[in-house]
């Protein structure tokens, strides 16, 4: 789940987009402009909420999907509507790779499949692969294009080669449910942090599958960062039941799950944030990574006016945040003490515009629903990937050996 992205242009401009209903807002120069879906013949307006929002093309190109099973684009430049694809399933993913100068589009959806599109002409490169049997929940590419990251709600990240996705390094296993969000803390993507239904923010080294910290969220409210090897030894969760082939089966309900994290996002010197659900409190870890000594450390907090739904960093030390209406994005300083530093960077023209456009469609109840929240709904069951929880803890790699 993206739906806040930021970048500069080649003028230095910051540009932010802002996924909505049937459109991605952008700003800049302290102006907003909408990326729309066009009208049907019929003139059909029914509710579509943008789920994703990603860049590419030299950020010249915008790719959005909509929890109506589609994708779509848009040149940024002259802000016209450039195609649309539907796709089988609903999106729950979207990611931007790079293969010999073009960008590649790939999109995880809820039938545990992923699909790519060639950026330029929006053509379909078709099936890519995926995780049988269950639902993928965030995608990643490295930023040196050699590597890409998927995770689960059977709670595993899965590592491939980019782009020959189907070269699949290894799995990262060591959540105990759901693994609802990931991110990389360098550019070769040697390390990986993820968070989950099992209130756990976990650093892993993607070159050995091992994990060098965890930061846990249960226990207290000052929660501390626990010691990995007593993570490691930690006994899975029990099956709920079994399945009539003999093998255990999980079902995962989010409504239990309580107050998890749901998403973080990463700053270029390692600063990771997190969000929780039902929190307005948001979290900021420090990840120090290492071949020696890697650690993730609480490194502060801040608490939002409601609870947050994305986040995106804009520079190493600053962090925007967007909130369900009427406060749209905020922006925090989180060097040192955090402090809201939202009008050194909006002017209140901007959140004036913002209310204008996108006004009670961005309550809290439409965003979560289209970001897939689901309380009290019994989640997909998997039988065939708990096969992997058979494999040594920590992680697998595969008989491959890793380039």
Known sequence: MKILQSFRKEDGTRVFLLGGNRAVLV????????????ESPEGDSSVAFVTNVCVAEGNNAVFATFDDKSVAKWDLTTKQFVGKANLKKKANALARGTVQGQDIIIVGDKAGDLWGFQSTQMQSLGYLGGHPVTIVTDVLVNEENTLFASCDRDEKVKLSSFPIMEEVQGYLLNHKSVVTSIGFIDPAGKYLVSAGWDHKVI??????????DEYSFKGTESSESTNAQEAASSEPAAPVDDAEDGEKERDYNEASAGNYPFKITVSANGTVVVLSKNEKKVTILKATTSDDNSSLEFAGSFTTDVQPVDAVFISETEVAVSLPHPYYIRVFDVAGEPRDVTENVFSEAVTIALQSQLGDSFSAANLFKS?????????MRDTLDNRLRELPKGGHQNKKARR
Do not use: C, H, M, Y
């Open 203 to 212: 650093l892993w080294n993607t070159n050995t599958f091992a994990v060098l």
């Open 371 to 379: 970001l897939g929240f689901e309380d009290d709904k019994n989640l």
């Open 27 to 38: 700003i800049a120069n302290n102006e907003v402009s909408r990326l729309a879906l066009p």
